[in-house]
Antibody, heavy 119, light 110 residues
Framework: QVQLVESGGGVVQPGRSLRLSCAASGFTFISYPMHWVRQTPGRGLEWVALISYDGRNTYYADSVKGRFTISRDDSKSTLYLQMNSLRPEDTALYYC????????????WGQGILVTVSS | QSVLTQSPSVSAAPGQKVTISCSGSSSNIGKNYVSWYQQLPGTAPKFLIYEDKKRPSGIPDRFSGSRSGTSATLDITGLQTGDEAHYYCGVWDSSLNVVVFGGGTKLTVL
């Protein structure tokens, strides 16, 4: 079965960096686009970034553009999110999600990893 | 402020039907397929509906979706207490080149 396991979260000071990882299994990783989505406790879902199945195209929410970078290592079936210049408003539960035929689909979700930006 | 508009909450009795709406614009719902997600308390979202009305395997036919113009709806029939959750719509916005979500609708089964 499809499994997505996030790691790399934690507490970080404003302005610092953090890299999230998402280990994927149970499907052919290279065939699917992948996303990061975040959720502030008690709030709704906010899409963060998308990388195409071949890694050639990436898209970002305006709130993270220029600070976050999504990437993938197909040899390791792993998705990454490099987060730089972190702000308190980046505090959230970050989900890795597997995409589908269309960019707006999220077929499978990880359990989420908490990132807290605080001094 | 979400790009897609959903009612914050809806409620109905067990066995009844409820409709959750999602309103957008010509650049998102008016142009692209809508998907829906169910988020039970304390869990990750679950894929519920894709391409407006298709159900992934394992999703009961009590859940159905539709899209018309710049709006989409999720219908849930035969409500069960286990359906109590937040429901989110999502779609690609072709003008912004981003995925947009609705703010979510909290379903209470009375």
């Amino acid at each position: 079965q499809v499994q997505l396991v996030e790691s790399g979260g934690g507490v970080v000071q404003p302005g610092r960096s953090l890299r999230l990882s998402c280990a994927a299994s149970g499907f052919t990783f290279i065939s699917y686009p992948m996303h990061w989505v975040r959720q502030t406790p008690g709030r709704g879902l906010e899409w963060v970034a998308l990388i195409s199945y071949d890694g050639r195209n990436t898209y970002y929410a305006d709130s993270v553009k220029g600070r976050f970078t999504i990437s993938r290592d197909d040899s390791k079936s792993t998705l990454y999110l490099q987060m730089n210049s972190l702000r308190p408003e980046d505090t959230a539960l970050y989900y890795c999600a597997r995409g589908g035929s269309w960019f707006g689909e999220f077929h499978h979700w990880g359990q989420g990893i908490l990132v807290t930006v605080s001094s | 402020q979400s790009v897609l508009t959903q009612s914050p909450s809806v409620s109905a009795a067990p066995g009844q039907k409820v409709t959750i709406s999602c309103s957008g614009s010509s650049s998102n719902i008016g142009k692209n397929y809508v998907s829906w997600y169910q988020q039970l308390p304390g869990t990750a979202p679950k894929f519920l509906i894709y391409e407006d009305k298709k159900r992934p395997s394992g999703i009961p036919d009590r859940f159905s979706g539709s899209r018309s113009g710049t709006s989409a709806t999720l219908d849930i029939t035969g409500l069960q207490t286990g359906d109590e959750a937040h429901y989110y719509c999502g779609v690609w916005d072709s003008s912004l080149n981003v995925v947009v979500f609705g703010g979510g609708t909290k379903l209470t089964v009375l």
